[in-house]
C-alpha cells in the first residue's frame, strides 16, 4: 500500500512563497499522476494541480501564475511551491496519487495545515 | 471548468436510515464521477469511482449510480461510522473540481 506524507513549514509570511514536499513511499512515481489539494477550515476541496514522474504538470488556471511544481524520482518526493501567498492561502494541504482510467485519488496524505500570517 | 453541484448541502438522518445524495454536473462526463467520504481532522477517502464501481474496502452499504450529468449516492443503512462529509468529484478533464460536499449528521 503506498502511502504519501506531506511536508513543510506550518507558517509562511504573507507574500512570501509556501514550500511543501510530498514523500512517498511503498511504489514508484511512475505511471500516475500526483496531485496538490487543498481545503480551507470548514470549506470544500480545491485542486490545486498535478506532475507526473516525467515533470509534465497541470495547473488550476485560477492559482496558475503563482504555482510551480517539480518532482524528484531519486527521492520518491514531488513538490509544490506557491508564491505570493496571502491570508486566503491559509489552508490544510493534501498531496494525493491519482489512480488509473477512472483517474481518482485513491491514496492521499495525512494534509499539513498551512496558515499564512504575519 | 467543470461545475459539480451537491445536494443536500446536509442531511439528519438515524443510524438504519437509507440515505441518497445527488451530484449534477455543469456539462456530460460521462462515468468520470467519484464519491470520496471525510471526516474531521482526516483526509478525504475514496469511496466509489467510475460513478458505480465499489472501492476496495469499502462497504457494500455504499452505491453509486449515474451517467452524463446526474449521480447520486446511496447509503442503504446508515451507522455510525458513516456520519461524515461527503464529495463528488468530476475527473473527466482539468482543472479537476469538487462538489461542496454534503454533511451527514445524527437526527
Known amino acids: 500500500q503506498v502511502q504519501l506524507q506531506e511536508s513543510g513549514p506550518g507558517l509562511v509570511k504573507p507574500s512570501e512563497t509556501l514550500s511543501l514536499t510530498c514523500s512517498v513511499s511503498g511504489g514508484s512515481l511512475n505511471n500516475y499522476y500526483w496531485t496538490w489539494i487543498r481545503q480551507p477550515a470548514g470549506k470544500g476541496l480545491e485542486w490545486i494541480g498535478r506532475i507526473d514522474a516525467s515533470g509534465n504538470t497541470n495547473c488550476n488556471a485560477s492559482l496558475k501564475s503563482r504555482v510551480t511544481m517539480s518532482v524528484d524520482t531519486s527521492k520518491n518526493q514531488f513538490s509544490l511551491r506557491l508564491s505570493s501567498v496571502t491570508a486566503a492561502d491559509t489552508a490544510v494541504y493534501y498531496c494525493?496519487?491519482?489512480?488509473?482510467?477512472?483517474?481518482?485519488?485513491?491514496?492521499w496524505g495525512q494534509g499539513t495545515l498551512v496558515t499564512v500570517s504575519s | 471548468d467543470i461545475q459539480m453541484t451537491q445536494s443536500p448541502s446536509s442531511l439528519s438522518a438515524s443510524v438504519g436510515d437509507r440515505v441518497t445524495i445527488t451530484c449534477r454536473a455543469s456539462?456530460?462526463?460521462?462515468?468520470?464521477l467519484n464519491w470520496y467520504q471525510q471526516k474531521p481532522g482526516k483526509a478525504p477517502n475514496l469511496l466509489i469511482y467510475a460513478a458505480s464501481s465499489l472501492q476496495s474496502g469499502v462497504p457494500s452499504s455504499f452505491s453509486g449510480s449515474g451517467s452524463g450529468t446526474d449521480f447520486t449516492l446511496t447509503i442503504s443503512s446508515l451507522q455510525p461510522e458513516d456520519f461524515a462529509t461527503y464529495y463528488c468529484?468530476?475527473?473527466?478533464?482539468?482543472?479537476?473540481?469538487f462538489g461542496q460536499g454534503t454533511k451527514v449528521e445524527v437526527k
Open positions: 456539462q456530460n462526463i460521462n462515468t468520470y
Open positions: 494525493a496519487r491519482e489512480y488509473g482510467s477512472s483517474r481518482n485519488f485513491d491514496n
Open positions: 468529484q468530476q475527473s473527466y478533464s482539468t482543472p479537476r473540481t
